[in-house]
Protein backbone atom coordinates (compact mmCIF):
# COMPACT_ATOMS: atom_id res chain seq x y z
CA UNK A 1 0.00 0.00 0.00
CA UNK A 2 1.49 3.61 -1.02
CA UNK A 3 2.43 5.55 1.71
CA UNK A 4 1.15 9.11 1.97
CA UNK A 5 -1.55 9.00 0.01
CA UNK A 6 -5.34 9.39 0.17
CA UNK A 7 -7.76 7.03 -1.18
CA UNK A 8 -11.19 7.44 -2.39
CA UNK A 9 -13.84 4.72 -0.78
CA UNK A 10 -15.36 2.33 1.76
CA UNK A 11 -13.06 1.75 4.37
CA UNK A 12 -14.24 -1.85 4.99
CA UNK A 13 -13.08 -2.15 1.01
CA UNK A 14 -9.70 -0.26 0.74
CA UNK A 15 -8.73 -1.87 4.64
CA UNK A 16 -8.40 -5.55 3.28
CA UNK A 17 -5.75 -4.50 0.65
CA UNK A 18 -3.30 -2.90 3.69
CA UNK A 19 -0.78 -5.58 4.88
CA UNK A 20 -0.94 -7.23 8.39
CA UNK A 21 1.48 -6.24 10.78
CA UNK A 22 2.11 -2.72 8.50
CA UNK A 23 1.11 0.08 10.82
CA UNK A 24 2.28 2.00 13.57
CA UNK A 25 -0.73 3.63 14.93
CA UNK A 26 -4.47 4.18 13.84
CA UNK A 27 -6.34 7.93 14.66
CA UNK A 28 -9.45 7.98 13.58
CA UNK A 29 -12.71 10.34 13.97
CA UNK A 30 -15.45 7.88 12.62
CA UNK A 31 -19.57 9.04 12.01
CA UNK A 32 -20.81 9.16 15.41
CA UNK A 33 -24.04 7.99 14.72
CA UNK A 34 -25.36 10.12 17.77
CA UNK A 35 -27.31 13.10 17.41
CA UNK A 36 -30.78 12.87 18.11
CA UNK A 37 -33.23 11.40 20.79
CA UNK A 38 -35.70 9.33 18.64
CA UNK A 39 -35.07 7.61 15.57
CA UNK A 40 -37.11 10.67 13.05
CA UNK A 41 -33.48 12.54 14.58
CA UNK A 42 -30.91 10.42 14.45
CA UNK A 43 -31.73 9.62 10.86
CA UNK A 44 -31.77 13.16 9.94
CA UNK A 45 -28.72 14.54 7.47
CA UNK A 46 -25.65 15.20 9.46
CA UNK A 47 -26.01 19.21 9.51
CA UNK A 48 -29.48 19.12 10.67
CA UNK A 49 -28.12 17.47 13.49
CA UNK A 50 -24.58 19.31 14.25
CA UNK A 51 -24.81 22.53 13.09
CA UNK A 52 -25.88 25.09 15.30
CA UNK A 53 -28.86 26.82 14.35
CA UNK A 54 -27.34 30.10 15.55
CA UNK A 55 -24.00 29.88 13.93
CA UNK A 56 -24.68 29.24 9.90
CA UNK A 57 -21.50 31.46 9.30
CA UNK A 58 -20.10 28.06 6.59
CA UNK A 59 -22.66 25.17 5.74
CA UNK A 60 -20.59 22.34 5.46
CA UNK A 61 -21.45 19.14 3.29
CA UNK A 62 -23.15 16.23 4.95
CA UNK A 63 -20.87 12.75 5.59
CA UNK A 64 -22.21 9.53 4.98
CA UNK A 65 -22.90 6.85 7.72
CA UNK A 66 -24.21 8.50 10.77
CA UNK A 67 -27.61 7.36 10.66
CA UNK A 68 -27.48 3.87 11.90
CA UNK A 69 -28.95 2.78 15.39
CA UNK A 70 -26.61 2.01 18.70
CA UNK A 71 -26.66 -1.77 17.65
CA UNK A 72 -26.14 -1.65 14.43
CA UNK A 73 -22.80 0.90 14.73
CA UNK A 74 -21.27 -1.31 17.28
CA UNK A 75 -21.80 -4.11 14.83
CA UNK A 76 -20.29 -1.74 11.52
CA UNK A 77 -17.35 -0.62 14.15
CA UNK A 78 -16.58 -4.18 15.26
CA UNK A 79 -15.90 -4.80 11.75
CA UNK A 80 -13.51 -1.95 10.62
CA UNK A 81 -11.64 -1.82 13.90
CA UNK A 82 -11.30 -5.74 13.43
CA UNK A 83 -9.15 -4.81 9.94
CA UNK A 84 -7.54 -2.15 12.30
CA UNK A 85 -5.95 -4.37 14.53
CA UNK A 86 -4.76 -7.11 11.89
CA UNK A 87 -3.10 -3.84 10.26
CA UNK A 88 -1.54 -2.99 13.07
CA UNK A 89 1.98 -4.14 14.13
CA UNK A 90 2.43 -5.64 17.70
CA UNK A 91 2.02 -2.77 20.73
CA UNK A 92 -0.03 -0.30 18.09
CA UNK A 93 -1.74 1.97 18.64
CA UNK A 94 -5.33 2.64 18.25
CA UNK A 95 -7.25 5.57 18.89
CA UNK A 96 -11.00 6.57 18.23
CA UNK A 97 -13.01 9.96 18.49
CA UNK A 98 -16.71 9.92 20.12
CA UNK A 99 -18.85 11.59 21.83
CA UNK A 100 -20.58 11.01 25.49
CA UNK A 101 -23.57 9.12 24.05
CA UNK A 102 -21.51 6.50 22.17
CA UNK A 103 -18.71 6.07 24.52
CA UNK A 104 -20.05 3.26 26.28
CA UNK A 105 -20.53 1.34 22.60
CA UNK A 106 -17.30 3.13 21.62
CA UNK A 107 -15.20 1.14 24.25
CA UNK A 108 -16.83 -1.84 23.81
CA UNK A 109 -16.32 -2.00 20.18
CA UNK A 110 -12.88 -2.15 20.41
CA UNK A 111 -12.28 -4.98 22.92
CA UNK A 112 -14.67 -6.76 20.91
CA UNK A 113 -12.21 -6.09 18.08
CA UNK A 114 -9.71 -7.65 19.94
CA UNK A 115 -7.84 -4.64 21.24
CA UNK A 116 -6.56 -3.63 24.95
CA UNK A 117 -8.37 -0.80 26.07
CA UNK A 118 -6.13 1.24 28.07
CA UNK A 119 -8.57 4.64 28.58
CA UNK A 120 -10.49 7.51 27.26
CA UNK A 121 -8.80 10.97 26.92
CA UNK A 122 -10.96 14.07 26.96
CA UNK A 123 -10.91 16.91 24.46
CA UNK A 124 -11.81 19.97 26.07
CA UNK A 125 -13.80 22.38 23.40
CA UNK A 126 -14.00 25.21 25.77
CA UNK A 127 -16.92 27.04 27.07
CA UNK A 128 -18.20 28.03 23.74
CA UNK A 129 -19.85 24.73 23.80
CA UNK A 130 -23.28 24.73 23.34
CA UNK A 131 -26.22 23.49 26.16
CA UNK A 132 -29.86 23.89 25.91
CA UNK A 133 -30.66 26.19 28.82
CA UNK A 134 -29.32 27.38 32.16
CA UNK A 135 -29.88 24.29 34.07
CA UNK A 136 -27.99 22.31 32.15
CA UNK A 137 -24.28 20.83 31.96
CA UNK A 138 -22.80 22.02 28.80
CA UNK A 139 -21.32 19.63 25.89
CA UNK A 140 -17.81 20.55 26.26
CA UNK A 141 -15.89 17.58 25.84
CA UNK A 142 -15.47 14.99 23.38
CA UNK A 143 -13.51 11.78 23.92
CA UNK A 144 -10.48 9.32 22.34
CA UNK A 145 -10.79 5.76 23.13
CA UNK A 146 -7.51 4.65 22.98
CA UNK A 147 -5.98 1.06 23.63
CA UNK A 148 -3.01 -1.31 22.05
CA UNK A 149 -3.04 -4.28 19.84
CA UNK A 150 -0.79 -6.12 22.94
CA UNK A 151 1.65 -4.88 24.89
CA UNK A 152 2.00 -1.08 25.87
CA UNK A 153 5.89 -0.43 25.25
CA UNK A 154 7.16 1.95 26.98
CA UNK A 155 7.99 4.47 24.65
CA UNK A 156 11.96 6.06 23.84
CA UNK A 157 11.19 8.79 22.34
CA UNK A 158 8.61 11.05 23.74
CA UNK A 159 5.45 10.92 26.79
CA UNK A 160 3.80 10.34 29.38
CA UNK A 161 1.06 12.21 27.19
CA UNK A 162 -1.49 14.36 28.55
CA UNK A 163 -5.14 12.69 29.12
CA UNK A 164 -7.18 15.97 28.82
CA UNK A 165 -6.57 18.39 25.71
CA UNK A 166 -7.89 22.02 25.52
CA UNK A 167 -8.23 23.28 21.72
CA UNK A 168 -11.14 24.84 20.39
CA UNK A 169 -12.84 24.87 17.32
CA UNK A 170 -11.37 27.80 15.05
CA UNK A 171 -13.41 28.18 12.03
CA UNK A 172 -10.98 28.68 9.75
CA UNK A 173 -9.66 25.76 10.56
CA UNK A 174 -12.68 23.94 10.33
CA UNK A 175 -13.10 22.06 6.78
CA UNK A 176 -14.99 19.09 7.33
CA UNK A 177 -18.73 19.38 9.40
CA UNK A 178 -17.33 17.60 12.30
CA UNK A 179 -13.38 18.63 12.08
CA UNK A 180 -11.49 18.39 14.60
CA UNK A 181 -8.53 21.09 15.04
CA UNK A 182 -5.40 20.62 13.77
CA UNK A 183 -3.21 21.20 16.83
CA UNK A 184 -5.40 18.54 18.47
CA UNK A 185 -4.22 16.26 15.94
CA UNK A 186 -0.67 17.28 16.04
CA UNK A 187 -0.82 16.54 19.87
CA UNK A 188 -1.99 12.76 19.42
CA UNK A 189 0.46 11.95 16.44
CA UNK A 190 2.91 12.17 18.96
CA UNK A 191 2.33 9.12 20.00
CA UNK A 192 4.42 7.55 17.46
CA UNK A 193 8.10 8.77 16.60
CA UNK A 194 9.04 10.31 12.95
CA UNK A 195 8.88 8.71 10.24
CA UNK A 196 6.01 5.46 11.73
CA UNK A 197 3.04 5.31 9.64
CA UNK A 198 -0.58 6.22 10.59
CA UNK A 199 -3.64 5.48 9.33
CA UNK A 200 -6.78 7.13 9.37
CA UNK A 201 -9.77 5.34 8.23
CA UNK A 202 -12.26 8.33 7.78
CA UNK A 203 -9.78 10.62 7.12
CA UNK A 204 -12.61 13.64 5.79
CA UNK A 205 -11.10 16.69 5.28
CA UNK A 206 -7.53 15.12 5.45
CA UNK A 207 -6.50 16.99 8.98
CA UNK A 208 -4.73 13.79 10.00
CA UNK A 209 -3.00 13.73 6.83
CA UNK A 210 -1.77 17.53 7.23
CA UNK A 211 -0.73 17.00 10.46
CA UNK A 212 1.45 13.96 9.87
CA UNK A 213 2.94 15.90 6.82
CA UNK A 214 3.61 18.31 8.91
CA UNK A 215 5.64 16.45 11.51
CA UNK A 216 7.82 13.65 9.47
CA UNK A 217 5.71 11.20 10.09
CA UNK A 218 4.19 8.79 7.33
CA UNK A 219 0.49 8.26 6.60
CA UNK A 220 -2.25 6.23 4.80
CA UNK A 221 -6.07 7.96 4.71
CA UNK A 222 -9.41 6.93 3.30
CA UNK A 223 -12.54 8.84 2.54
CA UNK A 224 -15.67 7.46 1.05
CA UNK A 225 -17.41 10.85 0.45
CA UNK A 226 -15.92 11.93 -2.83
CA UNK A 227 -16.76 16.45 -1.69
CA UNK A 228 -14.25 15.67 1.18
CA UNK A 229 -11.89 13.79 -0.57
CA UNK A 230 -11.27 16.65 -2.87
CA UNK A 231 -11.04 19.44 0.16
CA UNK A 232 -8.52 17.09 1.64
CA UNK A 233 -6.31 16.72 -1.31
CA UNK A 234 -6.60 20.49 -1.78
CA UNK A 235 -5.30 20.86 1.45
CA UNK A 236 -2.44 18.14 1.58
CA UNK A 237 -1.34 20.66 -1.90
Given amino acids: MELNKIFLGDCLEILKQIPSNSIDAVITDPPYASGGRSLSEKTLPPSKKYEQSDNKIVHRPDFFGDTKDSRSWLHWCVMWISECQRILKDSGYFLMFTDWRQLPTATDAIQMADLI ?121
Fill in 117 to 237: WRGVIAWDKGLGSRAPHKGYFRHQCEYIIWGTKGQCKKAIHSGPYPGCLKFPVLQKDKFHLTGKPTALIEELIKIVPEENIILDPFIGSGTTAVAAKKHNRNFIGIEKSEIYYKIAMERLK
